[in-house]
């Protein structure tokens, strides 16, 4: 404030020549309107006038200058604010913050009295007053014990504040600024992306749709790769209905071996539910030959490849296999046979 006041004193020592002849506009500031202006009253003491109160009489003067609207002990009248208490309570839900409990200096307190207090008749104290008036604040919140107690120019700096270390630098520059201005990814930042829930099992989904979701998710995990923006469609093929139905017919050279439908079960061989796109020797509770279950080990699995393979000649394919069938022949029975496996493996 005082450098401001010299910074415009200056100014105006400046202007006064270009001014004075053209408009008359500007003069000095008076030092007794400088001081008027130059009363803020700083944390260091800065800016404290010489004077002194004491409790006591800051009590007679709280009662008649404040207590009708600060409540005598401070304690407030009606929603007029509260001065004193509330100590210990800033980190609950309700903080009742108070000249005790949350003001970090009582500089500021006497800066603030002087300069705002009493409503509408603000800086009408006498330096003596605002000491004494200070002085009973720190009375009413316990800070001192005695109404003998004065509070002076000389041991105002001593007065201890609750929340004293409770404000500290704005420290944003440093702490905050390089978290906000590192350089963030903004494309292609992840190299897979998981579909970890499913509108249906969320809920989300209309009933009957949910139900063909559901559905279609058991057949094949659906994988999204963000970095080609490739998607693997889902294994949901249309089946060709001549092949099905050629197959079918082909099915009985296997049926008395093997069992397809809601109620198959192993028979000489394995059922073939969902054989097609399983790994080998994969049926539960049946005892396959050692060699289905080594070549399994090795990642045998029954695509078009390698059921074409084995059902042409199984003991060539797999030497030692327990299938004793001697083979399918045409290239269109093959075709039609693993068409059936598949309607049987959606
Ligand atoms: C007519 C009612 C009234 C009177 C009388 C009055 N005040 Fe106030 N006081 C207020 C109001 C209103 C505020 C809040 C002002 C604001 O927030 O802008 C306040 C705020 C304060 C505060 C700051 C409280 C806080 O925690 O924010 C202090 C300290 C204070 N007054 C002291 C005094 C003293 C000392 C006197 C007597 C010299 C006094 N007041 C007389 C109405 C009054
Ligand atoms: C005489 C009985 C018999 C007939 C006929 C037969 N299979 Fe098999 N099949 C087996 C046996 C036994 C196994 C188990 C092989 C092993 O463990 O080595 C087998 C295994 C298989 C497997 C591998 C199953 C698995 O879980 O890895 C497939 C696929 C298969 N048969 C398809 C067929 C098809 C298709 C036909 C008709 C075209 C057929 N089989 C005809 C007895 C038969």
Same mark, same amino acid.
Request: aromatic share 14%.
């Given at each position: 404030m005082l450098k401001f006041l010299k910074l415009t004193a200056t100014i105006c020592i400046m202007s006064v020549p270009i001014y004075a002849d053209t408009a008359s506009l500007g003069r000095l500031a008076t030092s007794a309107e400088v001081n008027a202006w130059n009363i803020d009253v700083r944390p260091d003491g800065l800016g404290l006038p010489v004077g002194s109160g004491s409790v006591a009489e800051g009590e007679e003067i709280f009662v008649e200058k404040c207590a009708a609207c600060h409540g005598d002990f401070g304690e407030a009248v009606d929603r007029w604010p509260v001065l004193a208490g509330g100590q210990g309570t800033l980190t609950d839900d309700r903080p009742v913050k108070t000249v005790g409990s949350y003001w970090p200096y009582l500089s500021t307190v006497y800066d603030y009295v002087y300069r705002a207090m009493p409503f509408g008749n603000a800086q009408s104290l006498s330096p003596d007053e605002v000491y004494a008036l200070v002085a009973y604040i720190l009375y009413v919140n316990d800070t001192v014990d005695d109404e003998a107690f004065i509070l002076s120019n000389n041991n105002f700096l001593d007065m201890p504040q609750e929340n004293s270390e409770g404000f500290f630098m704005d420290d944003r520059a440093t702490v905050e600024y390089p978290i906000f201005t590192r350089n963030v990814c903004m494309n292609n930042c992840k190299k897979t992306a998981e579909i970890i829930l499913r509108a249906a099992v969320i809920d989300v989904t209309p009933e009957e749709t949910a139900a063909k979701v559901i559905e279609a998710k058991t057949k094949s995990e659906i994988e999204i790769n963000l970095d080609d923006e490739l998607i693997e469609e889902p294994i949901i093929e249309v089946l060709n209905q001549e092949l099905v139905t050629a197959g079918t017919k082909i099915f009985k050279k296997c049926k008395a071996c093997h069992k397809v439908g809601e109620k198959a079960k192993n028979g000489t061989g394995p059922s073939l539910n969902g054989i097609y796109l399983a790994d080998g020797a994969q049926v539960e509770k049946y005892k396959y030959s050692k060699a289905l279950r080594s070549a399994s080990e090795s990642g045998l699995?029954? +695509? +078009?490849?390698?059921?074409?393979?084995?059902?042409?000649?199984?003991?060539?394919?797999?030497?030692?296999?327990?299938? @004793?069938? @001697?083979?399918?022949?045409?290239?269109? +029975?093959? +075709?039609? $046979? $693993?068409?059936?496996?598949?309607?049987?493996?959606?």
């Open positions: 699995v029954w +695509d +078009d490849l390698t059921l074409r393979a084995f059902l042409t000649k199984p003991k060539k394919f797999l030497k030692g296999t327990k299938m @004793s069938f @001697s083979g399918l022949k045409k290239e269109k +029975d093959l +075709d039609a $046979i $693993i068409e059936f496996l598949k309607l049987y493996s959606q």
